[in-house]
């Protein structure tokens, strides 16, 4: 379980996270909803080290992980997907899945990308392409696909529907509660807040900075909800 408490961060003098607390479990899907400006990136990008951290902790297992170097975030079972599907454009579709096995040795990586074009059969039909040459939903799965080679615990997603048509969206979410029957966690950042909420286990409604709600899909009806803007809602 990761476990994040009385999180305060931000970028240098800016102040974005006002005392979080929230946590996901390895086998349930989480899912963060609010305004834009809530703080719902950050909290992804402070379990990656990758913003200042000016108090709080982050666990993993119970074990502390709090700052801990960005790469020895995956050692501790955790992948991260930032928005925008980056890819690398020039590669094939095999070399960018590649990218995220190069701790692992020879056999486990040919094993682990044997098991990624499994779970998406569409990657392994164009393994050879230039990863630029496919749709923005195809694109979506090669980043997935990538973050999954070293067997994580848990995914964290961060707007993963972006810029994708109904379809593609319906079969990310589908893909992760897919995931979540062999163990995979997710830790989602999503506007579309109807939509994701279908999938969700735990939801928890960020403003400000701070949770100021959290529950099942119950909580889309409440008053909370009802005054900020989330799409899909």
Do not use: W
């Amino acid at each position: 379980m990761l476990q994040i408490t009385n999180l305060h961060a931000g970028y240098e003098q800016l102040q974005i996270l006002f005392g979080v607390n929230c946590e996901a479990k390895f086998n349930e899907i989480t899912l963060l909803i609010g305004p834009n400006g809530a703080g719902k990136s950050t909290v992804l990008k402070s379990i990656f080290n990758l913003v200042d951290i000016y108090d709080g902790q982050i666990r993993v297992d119970r074990r502390e992980i709090t700052k801990i170097p960005t790469y020895e975030c995956i050692q501790h079972g955790l992948a991260y997907v930032p928005q925008g599907r980056p890819i690398f454009p020039n590669l094939n579709v095999r070399e960018n899945i590649e990218l995220g096995g190069l701790l692992l040795g020879r056999s486990l990586l040919h094993e682990r990308v044997e098991y990624v074009f499994h779970e998406f059969p569409v990657l392994a039909l164009k393994a050879k392409k230039p990863a630029r040459s496919l749709s923005g939903g195809q694109q979506q799965m090669v980043v997935l696909a990538r973050a999954l080679m070293p067997s994580p615990k848990l995914l964290l997603l961060d707007e993963p529907s972006l810029g994708l048509s109904p379809v593609m969206m319906q079969g990310i979410f589908e893909k992760l509660v897919e995931l979540k029957k062999q163990g995979i966690g997710t830790l989602l950042v999503e506007q579309n807040a109807k939509a994701a909420s279908a999938i969700a286990d735990k939801i928890y409604l960020l403003e400000n900075g701070q949770v100021v709600l959290s529950g099942g899909r119950e909580i889309l009806a409440h008053e909370k909800i009802k005054r900020v803007h989330l799409g899909g809602v």
